[in-house]
């Protein structure tokens, strides 16, 4: 089966833009976190879904930056008017059950001008 | 709070030495730890996990809860183990991992 995707694979956009990234996790895997990984800040979390659980927001560095999950599937990692500190790749994951080995996407490689 | 350290972000070896990556850790209790690669153009993934005990691509990895330490180690360093390397452990009271900031391996030939 495949494997989490994610889309789009780059983007570069203009600071004070907002941006949408996409993440389809693995078919029946329950949870899905988002990770922003970038040189000298390492692997950093974001935010997580388990099922229908309310989402675990605390990673998120500031109320530019949101997430949603539709249907316990595909989610959308939103960041409104983006700032050049925000350029890094954003990863997903997904895991089934409440198994610690996660499945990560290519990433999505954003780059703000 | 849980607290993973990986103290070199840069560690360089020739082919064939051993190679050891360094992970410190903080928890509160019997903790279950991880190291994920991500090799060149491919995607992060897991390596191994110490409760499996098992060797992966010849690396180990011992938890020593004295030193609260998850080091990795391969005793012969090859090309193909040049990557960028995480070491993790569970959140507590989370289904979520904590991550340490990596260490990019690099064997030169």
């Known amino acids: 089966g495949a494997g989490v995707s994610q889309s789009p694979s780059n983007k570069v956009t203009e600071k004070g833009k907002d941006v949408e990234l996409r993440c389809d996790p693995i078919s029946g895997h329950t949870a899905l976190y988002w990770y922003r990984q970038s040189l000298g800040q390492g692997l950093e979390f974001l935010i997580y879904f388990q099922g229908n659980s309310a989402p675990d927001k605390s990673g998120l560095p500031s109320d530019r930056f949101s997430a949603e999950r539709t249907g316990g599937s595909v989610s959308t990692l939103t960041i409104q008017r983006t700032q050049q500190e925000d350029s890094a790749v954003y990863l997903c994951?997904?895991?089934?059950?409440?198994?610690?080995?996660?499945?990560f996407g290519p990433g999505t490689r954003l780059t703000v001008t | 709070a849980q607290r993973v350290t990986q103290p070199e972000k840069l560690l360089s070896v020739f082919k064939g030495a051993p190679v050891e990556l360094k992970c410190n850790y903080s928890y509160s209790g019997s903790p279950e730890l991880f190291w994920y690669v991500q090799y060149s153009r491919q995607r992060l993934q897991l390596l191994l996990r110490?409760?499996s005990r098992e060797s992966i691509k010849g690396f180990t990895a011992d938890l020593n809860k004295g030193e609260t330490s998850f080091h990795l180690k391969k005793p012969f360093a090859q090309e193909e183990d040049s990557a960028m390397y995480y070491c993790?452990?569970?959140?507590?009271?989370?289904?979520?991992?904590?991550f340490g900031q990596g260490t990019r391996l690099t064997i030169n030939p």
């Open positions: 993790a452990l569970p959140c507590q009271g989370a289904q979520k991992l904590v």
């Open positions: 994951a997904s895991t089934v059950g409440v198994s610690y080995e996660q499945y």
């Open positions: 110490h409760i």
